[in-house]
């Protein structure tokens, strides 16, 4: 498989994963500007949405969408319980935090770097967007991960995009249970491999 990334993007989460897995994988990085992978080649052409994350499987099919990408890696290795069972009410839960994540605070959070937004239009961005803090801080002060069986793809999710909040001034020592949950989630082995094989 190739996972099509860059520094600081969403794509970190699919990287999290595919390392929290041990799954053989090759790591592709692509300007976001240019439209170009680290070897000139048009990223375009593999994706024509023209962002990351990608995952081109080994029989050239491309997975676009983190959740879509994230679920179909987890399935792949179920032991390692990164995702509940498919068919079972857990992995509803799962689901639905996929979609919150993905919608509240990934697209909340995405909006802030679109800078031709007045800073009066990203005020009410945030404002909306720490009401959605406080949803997950309900979860997340009685249990260490978003689903109570413990880590899952996500929170790999969740701590990818937590993780822009301070371009935007955004300090998220106002919510102490977000900052134990990103402590908790940079110390495993997986995302220290992930982030330093993507800032180097």
């Known amino acids: 498989m ?13 990287h999290i994963v595919l ?16 439209k170009r992978t680290a070897s ?26 983190g959740p879509a990408i994230l679920q179909y890696l987890a399935d792949l290795r179920p032991e390692a319980n990164l995702a509940p069972a ?10 639905e935090w996929l979609n919150f994540v993905s919608t509240e605070i990934h697209g909340g959070l995405g909006w802030l770097f679109n800078a031709q937004f007045p ?7 945030k404002e909306k967007l ?20 413990g880590f899952s793809i996500a929170d790999a999710y969740l701590f990818t995009v937590l993780r822009w909040a301070p371009l935007f001034s955004i300090d998220l020592n106002e919510w102490p249970a977000l900052v134990q949950f990103q402590a908790r989630v940079d110390e495993r082995p997986a995302v220290k491999a992930a982030l330093a094989a993507e800032l180097v």
């Open 2 to 14: 190739k996972l099509y990334y860059a520094p600081h993007a969403c794509s970190l989460a699919p």
């Open 19 to 34: 390392r929290e897995l041990d799954l053989p994988f090759a790591l592709i990085r692509v300007d976001n500007r240019t």
């Open 40 to 65: 000139g080649a048009d990223f375009l052409a593999i994706n024509p949405k023209g962002y990351v994350a990608a995952l081109q499987l080994d029989n050239g099919e491309v997975l676009t969408e």
């Open 86 to 95: 498919q068919r079972t009410f857990e992995r509803v839960r799962l689901q």
């Open 119 to 125: 800073e009066e239009v990203k005020a009410l961005i």
């Open 130 to 149: 720490f009401k959605r803090f406080a949803v997950l801080c309900q979860t997340l002060e009685r249990q260490d991960y978003l689903l109570a069986g």
